[in-house]
């Protein structure tokens, strides 16, 4: 509501002036002919500037969808990311040492490993970052479980998420878990479980990005080619 009206009334105002508002406005209905309601607007929005009157604030609180906000709106927003070109994630248990981490890493060039139990559970993720600033510390050595350092702030996006959304996670993040819910049903009861189907980093979201923008323009080129149209004219 505050940001409604800023937009349509000009009034400078804050969230509890918003708040104020909408209870006016329930008030309002019971109001007989002749009655006015009077409303107070408490704040300004000095202490808001990077709160609700940012789009990316308000996207990232689900306050408002990618589809409401039409100025970052690219042609790869609303794709799933299950249009990405994934590789099944290499995980690893929670028992193998800081070592053997590593050691996998530095073979596969991945600067993180997804870490599950025995039955593929998600358990946290061990990072290259998380390693290095544990072991500069003394907190953990080559020999320590990778248990002992496990990042488990983590975002977690499905194969339903847009790219929209998953661009300004990769924003703040280097990576996210695209996790997949199984239902096991036991014991009368049905239980849901998080189980990890792939990484997914700045560089799988640029590549999808730059290669199907060279696609797109190919496109328009054959278009303009097929209209007649030279690239000298176009």
């Known amino acids: 509501m505050a940001r409604r009206m800023i937009k349509e009334e000009g009034l400078l105002c804050g969230g509890s002036c918003g708040a104020a508002m909408s209870g006016a406005m329930l008030a309002a ?22 709160k609700f009157l940012s789009d990316q604030w308000m996207m990232d609180k689900e306050f408002i969808t990618e589809s409401d906000n039409s100025s970052n709106n690219h042609w790869w927003s609303n794709e799933k990311v299950s249009v990405l070109p994934l590789s099944a994630p290499l995980t690893v248990l929670p028992i193998i040492t800081c070592q053997e981490a590593i050691s996998i890493m530095q073979k596969e060039g991945y600067d993180q490993l997804p870490v599950v139990d025995k039955e593929g559970l998600i358990q946290g993720v061990v990072t290259l970052g998380g390693l290095m600033a ?7 050595k080559g020999s320590s479980p990778v248990q002992d350092s496990l990042y488990s702030n983590f975002k977690k996006i499905t194969l ?20 997949h819910v199984s239902r096991l049903y036991q014991d009368d009861s049905v239980m849901e479980r998080e189980v990890c189907i792939g990484i997914v980093t700045q560089i799988d979201l640029l590549n999808y990005i730059t290669n199907g923008t060279k696609g797109k323009q190919r496109e328009m080129n054959g278009d303009s080619k097929k209209n007649g149209i030279h690239d000298s004219e176009a």
């Open 134 to 140: 544990k072991m500069v510390s003394s907190k953990i």
């Open 160 to 179: 339903d998420t847009t790219l929209g959304k998953l661009s300004r996670i990769l924003d703040k993040d280097h990576f996210a878990l695209m996790l």
């Open 29 to 50: 209905r019971d109001l007989g002919p002749g009655e006015r309601c009077v409303v107070i607007l408490p704040d300004s929005v000095r202490n808001y500037m990077t």
